[in-house]
Every structure is written in C-alpha cells, then in structure tokens.
C-alpha cells in the first residue's frame, strides 16, 4: 500500500492540509483508494518542537515515503531567526535531501474564476501554462554564500549563482518532455545579457532541444517574460526556468489564475518520487480563521495521485470535483465575486468531498 507522509506545517498548513487529507479520505470511502497517511513536523512547527526546522528522522521518513504532501512553512514568529535555522530551511532541506529538482507549477484558469482574474477576460480566459521550475540549485543553494566584513568595517551580503550543465539538462528534459504531453512549445527564461550562468542555461537548453524535434523551443529575457505574463499570457505553453526566476514568475503567473491559492504544484526526483505543495505561503495573517483556500492543496493531492501514486483515476476524480463545486459557484474568499456562495475553508473541502 502507497505511504504518505503529510507535513501540515505553519501558518494556513493545516487548515488547508486538513482538507486535503479529507478529500484523500473520502475517495477510500467511495472508490476504495488504498493510502496510508502519517504525520509529521517541518517548518516552524518543528523548530518549536524539535529546535530545528527539519530533523534528520523527518527526512528520513519523507526520503522512505512514497510521497510527501506538505502545507506551507514560515511566519512572523521565527522572522528573528538566523537564515540558516528559519522555517524556509526545512523546505529546501526536504527538496535537497530528496532530490527533487523538477518543479511542476501549472496555472490553468478555471472558466468559473475568468471575473476573478485581475486581467480582463479576453487576455486570460483559457490560459494553461506550465512552469517547470529548476528546484535544487541555482542562486538558492550556491555556495559561496553569506554576509562578510569587508577591511573597512562595512558588511556585504553575496550569493553565487551557479549551474553546472547536466543540471540544466535533466530539468531542460523535463520541460521538453512535459511540453511533448502539451502544446510542443518550451519558452526558456534567462538573463543571457548579463549572468554568465544564464548564457550557459540558453545554449545547453538548445543542444537539449535537439533531441524533441516535435517541440519548438523559444528564449526570453527574464524581465520581458514579468511583461509578457501580464500582457499576453496565453503565448506560452511550458516556461522552463531556473529556481529564482520560476519562484518570482509562478507567483505573477497564479494571480492570472484568480487566486494563488488555486495554484497546485509538484516537485519531482529522477524516480518521480515527489512532494506536492500549493505554491502559495503560509499566510500567517489569515491563518486559523477559516479564511484560506484549500484547492491549491486539494490538487496538490490530485497531482500527487497522477504523478506519484500511479492513480492518475482518483486524480481526475478530484480535479472533476473541483470543477463541480466551483461550478455550483461556492467560493473561499480570495476568489469570491458578486453573486457567488461565500464558504469557509472547512466548507469549501467538504463541498469537494461530497461532490466526488
Ligand atoms: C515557493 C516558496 C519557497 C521558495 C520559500 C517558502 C522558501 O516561495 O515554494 O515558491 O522560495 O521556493
Ligand atoms: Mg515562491
């Protein structure tokens, strides 16, 4: 039987988590999907027990797990905390310590949501893009990294940037091979005018397409992709980034959506081992009021389904029945319009529990 090991962590986490496991209940009931949940701590919830954001036993049971479905981490609470003991360090520790380089961040508007967007509907209606996201390297990890005193007394901050080039080739073929699945077209992000890095990101991504003759390949400079993603943002397919620039463009990119907190994401190793997350935050100043919207998470867990658990039936079974209660037009309050149903967070995973 398939082991997951659920990570609420801070903030709206296990609010939103809670839905999710929810609705993971209700396809055992009804379909009989066969899933054992554990539980575990990361983010501030583990510093607060275990004085580290991330203990090795932890990890150790993610890395053991068939998958791992995580809320949200970080809030004001441990804001005071050195960069390296913070709640964030429990993410990346998990991304690191399993390996997950490939991010999948789809932003699909669903047709209900088209007068939540804040782009008029014409430029957003029908949008389904992909950002596939470069995960474990990047700016994020390089070394070296920190804050130093220079001779004459003052502090500087400097991180390094670097990527070697078969980590741009494993996350190039992941784009390349998502696109395949799609609209055959990869938009490559890169800051060639400038970082070096980036240079060498735009030519290994190109000996890469070599190999996916059925999928055109573009290039574009980070800054005009910012632009494009406001101005004409069913242009792209599959926007293949590294791990700063897709962190930055996936959240520009779920406001198209209506909503960050519709926004699914899945985070991948060679194996297709993953983690599956919404890609907003902990929206610690929202958190335990019922205020927070579930579906981001709720498809996290259908992704997970799809890519991890090879049961991509119930996956379509719980993306249907997000299709169905916004249909019926209940809606959390971050994508709520005139004339639609108000519903707590509680009631929004029971409305997509029923509705399987
Ligand atoms: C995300 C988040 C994380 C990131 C933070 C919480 C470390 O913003 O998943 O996009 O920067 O990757
Ligand atoms: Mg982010």
């Known amino acids: 039987m398939a082991h997951v090991l659920v990570l609420p962590g801070d903030g709206i986490g296990p ?21 054992t949940l554990s539980e575990g701590l990361v983010g501030g919830a583990s510093i607060d027990a275990h004085g580290v ?40 520790g998990l991304r690191k310590g399993m390996n997950l380089f490939a991010n999948l961040r789809p932003a699909i508007l669903y047709p209900q949501l088209t007068h939540a967007s804040s782009l008029k509907p014409e430029i957003v209606s029908g949008l389904d893009l992909l950002i596939v996201r470069e995960l474990t390297g990047g700016i994020y990890f390089g070394q070296p990294r920190g804050v130093r005193t220079l001779d004459n007394g003052e502090r500087q901050g400097y991180n390094t940037l670097v990527y070697s080039e078969s980590e741009i080739e494993r996350i190039a073929h992941v784009a390349f091979q998502a696109a395949q699945k799609r609209g055959k077209q990869v938009c490559s992000i890169d800051k060639s005018n400038v970082l070096e890095t980036t240079a060498l990101w735009k030519e290994v991504v190109t000996r890469v397409a070599a190999q996916y003759p059925d999928v055109t390949l573009s290039h574009m400079l980070v800054d005009n992709a910012a632009m494009q993603l406001v101005k004409a943002p069913k242009q792209f397919d599959v926007m293949l980034t590294d791990n700063m620039f897709g962190d930055i463009l996936s959240d520009e990119a779920s406001m198209l959506t209506g909503s960050i907190g519709m926004l699914a994401s899945a985070s991948l190793n060679e194996q297709s081992k993953g983690m599956y997350e919404p890609s907003h935050g902990s929206a610690p100043d929202i958190a335990g009021k019922g205020l927070a919207n579930p579906i981001a998470t709720i498809l996290s867990a259908a992704m997970m389904l799809r890519y991890s658990l090879g049961a991509p039936e119930h996956a379509a079974r719980i993306e249907g029945a997000v299709g169905k209660v916004l249909d019926a037009g209940l809606r959390t309050g971050d994508i709520w319009t005139e004339g639609c149903q108000k519903v707590s967070t509680s009631q929004m995973g029971d409305a997509i529990a029923d509705a399987l």
């Open 15 to 35: 609010e939103i988590v809670a839905e999710a496991v929810k609705v993971l209940g209700a396809l055992t009931k009804k379909y009989g999907l066969s899933l």
């Open 53 to 92: 954001p991330l203990t090795e036993a932890t990890l150790a049971q993610a890395q053991a797990a068939d998958a791992v479905l995580l809320g949200a981490v970080g809030g004001p609470k441990w804001d005071g905390l050195p960069m390296s003991d913070r709640p964030e360090k429990g993410l990346l």
